[in-house]
């Protein structure tokens, strides 16, 4: 709000201090005064103002003096200077040690209006950005993340540590398990928080542009290069460049690469003039880059100096537990993107979604419970509202008589391959197993399982189950 903003006026000249005084508060800014270069420093100091529009010329301290203090006291303020004509070539010098912008008197007072009026606008957008900056980090925190998996639970702490430093990070793990989510985390949590994350995937661009993405080229480079362009690494200069597929690389490409590693420079395509960059590395693959190397199809220095540090994600398949933790999440995100009341899942429902060996892992859930949210009817998410392939994968196990799904599925045997039923088979047998797991102890089952004890000694009647309290 330009109310909340204070302009500091700093002339010699009384009549231009009044008049820009009542010119900027009829704008709606609040403004005070200093006569000269001294005056102005403690006003500075005192006052913390947001704007300076400030002369360059006056006794004592002069503008260009009092401007470099100011910014020693407070990096970044924001400072517009007035000068007469014959000083132009100081105030243009002076826009290369940090000033906002200059105006030439004699000056138009809605000259005057736009610059402070951009100056403010400026500020209000850098203020912006923080919020935004700060909100992005606190989504990344690493302690947000949800699982109740040890594996989870030991990948994050190793996380947490890889943040802390500048070293290379690979990221392994499946498609959907949330590569990027952990590249992310790595940025967020580092040093190097406020300065930009970069994405590049290497299997989205076509070989021939792939290049010009990652180093930019100058004009002229190519057909169809009209201007300069920079590539992935000028824009991530001073953050993180996160290379998602790192796999899909070129050979001759994965050479440049390594060279960027090793020197932290380059030069654009068709470019001579060395660029240096101060760039982290993350990057993920879900393919196995040690077989790569030895197959050839990927350079064993790059391998060596991409991996840092490894951080290998779990399928979902292998952590259940994390099931019903992440379905209860998406439920609550995608019923209030689709402005549904839904309270939760049906046990038939939710024993659906842990009998489903997930090959798209964490991003699969997320689909088939926001296709659940869609096409529920009730505050309840059934069955049937699954997407139909999970009740087909249970009807084809049965079909089949693949012994290792039905052991997983039903009961052997059975020759009711309703879904309700299969389902119900299934999970009496993860309730036996889990139980087994514990020598008995309902606690620790219920616990292990996601569900009430209560819920526990209910499902225990049943399906007929019968075990011993430690």
């Known amino acids: 709000m330009k109310q909340d903003t204070h302009v500091l006026i700093v002339d010699d000249d009384e009549s231009i201090r009044r008049l820009l005084s009542v010119v900027l508060a009829r704008e709606g800014y609040q403004t005070t005064t200093a006569e000269d270069g001294l005056q102005a420093i403690d006003a500075f100091k005192a006052g913390a103002p947001d704007i300076v529009l400030m002369d360059i010329r006056m006794p004592g301290l002069n503008g260009i003096e009092a401007m470099q203090q100011m910014h020693a006291i407070r990096p970044g303020a924001t400072i517009i200077l007035m000068t007469a004509f014959a000083e132009l070539d100081t105030a243009i010098q002076a826009i290369k040690l940090g000033v906002f912008d ?41 302690d947000r993340i949800l699982t109740q998996d040890p594996a989870m639970l030991a990948l994050c702490a190793a996380t947490e540590r890889a943040s802390k430093s500048s070293a290379t990070v690979v990221i392994l793990g499946e498609s959907g398990v949330g590569k990027e989510l952990f590249a992310a985390s790595v940025h967020y949590n580092s040093p190097r928080a406020r300065q930009p994350f970069i994405k590049l995937n290497c299997g989205a661009i076509p070989e021939g542009l792939l290049e010009s993405e990652l180093f930019g080229h100058e004009k002229g480079a190519f057909t169809g290069a009209v201007s300069r ?15 998602d597929e790192i796999g899909e690389l070129p050979l001759i490409l994965q050479v440049k690469l390594l060279r960027v590693l090793q020197d932290k420079q380059f030069e654009r395509v068709g470019g001579e003039t060395t660029q240096k960059v101060d760039v982290r590395i993350v990057a993920a693959t879900h393919r196995d880059l040690a077989a790569m190397v030895e197959a050839g ?14 951080l290998s994600i779990p399928p979902l398949r292998d952590r259940p537990v994390d099931i019903p933790l992440l379905a209860q999440h998406f439920l609550r995100k995608f019923a209030q993107e689709h402005g549904r009341e839904i309270d939760g899942f049906d046990d038939l429902a939710l024993a659906t979604l842990q009998g489903h060996p997930w090959p798209g892992n964490v991003r699969e859930l997320a689909n088939a419970v926001e296709r659940a949210v869609v096409m529920s009817s009730g505050k309840s998410i059934f069955a049937e509202d699954l997407p139909p392939e999970f009740a087909e994968r249970a009807r084809s196990a049965a079909a089949d008589g693949d012994s290792a799904q039905l052991a997983a599925i039903a009961e052997p045997g059975g020759e009711d391959h309703s879904l309700k039923n299969l389902v119900r088979n299934f999970e009496a047998q993860v309730i036996a197993q889990t139980l ?7 606690s620790r089952t219920a616990t292990e399982l996601g569900i009430s004890r209560r819920a526990l000694l209910y499902k225990l009647h049943e399906c007929k189950l019968d075990s011993t309290e430690e």
Request: charged share 30%; proline share 1%.
């Open 102 to 142: 200059y105006v030439v008197k004699p000056f138009d007072l809605a000259e005057i209006n736009l610059l402070v009026e951009r100056a403010w606008q400026m500020r209000d957008m850098r203020k912006q950005i923080k919020v935004l900056r700060d909100e992005l980090s606190e989504s990344f925190r690493l």
């Open 436 to 442: 087994q797991s514990n020598q008995g102890n309902r």
């Open 297 to 310: 199809t990927f350079r064993r220095d790059l391998y060596y100096r991409l991996n840092v540090i490894n």
């Open 229 to 243: 362009r920079t590539g992935k690494f000028e824009q991530a200069n001073g953050g993180t460049l996160f290379l």
